[in-house]
């Protein structure tokens, strides 16, 4: 759906379809309505263009203040995002590639935005050393550039658990959650894309993957998660683990949810 609004926002110039912005203010709703703490934008597959980010981060601000989250690999893009944001959003993400330490980083911290590292990918999947070893170097290159611990996520990077590499490299993720809050002073919080683990998988077995999964990953120290959060099964799963947590008063409303 996401794409089709920005296919039908990019035919009509952006700015002036207002078709596609009713659409995706639509969406916002929904989002909201449902208990999204933050909105991801995320131009990165089939429309990472400023003109994009521009008329998406608009749009979105006129339905809501929430926090946004920019995704996007175009420096361009990225400084149309930062600019147009009302409040500092979070970047998603930053890995070890020098191109995006160079051009983003200072981009980053000049408008005082979070920004999410990312220390595997399903290329080059690494095992938790490996990925503490990445979180020391990308967390000393954004302190160099002025963005503080309180406002850095690492995401050890989720692989998809129909393979066995995925499997394997879950168990190194669990083992990494666990050990990050001593690997930093101060300590720097964890994400990740849940979606990422049920990748592959028939669509009627996605939710029972995520969802088994996300407990886990909290209780090995998961401080947040980018999930869609119109899948009830995944606010239900969440809204669980803030009861267990204490956050949130148990009711049977809220468990229905």
Known sequence: MVNQIFRQAKAGGWVKNQQA?????????????TGADALEINIQQYHDLPEAMKFAVNAVQETTNLQLCLSTNSAEALEAGLRACKRPPLINYISIDEAKLRQMLPLIANHGAS?????????????????????????????EVGIPNDSIFVDPGLIHITSDMGQRHLTEVMEFLRVLPDATEPPVKSTCWLANCSAGAPKRLRPAIETTLLPMLAGTGLSSVFLDVLQRENRRALRMIKIFNNEVIYSNSEAEL
């Open 21 to 33: 912005i009713i659409m995706l203010q639509d969406l916002t709703e929904q989002c909201i309505t």
């Open 115 to 143: 920004v999410v590292l990312l220390v595997s990918t399903p290329t080059a999947p690494t095992d938790a050393h490996e990925m503490l070893r990445k979180t020391a170097i990308l967390v000393g290159a954004a302190n």
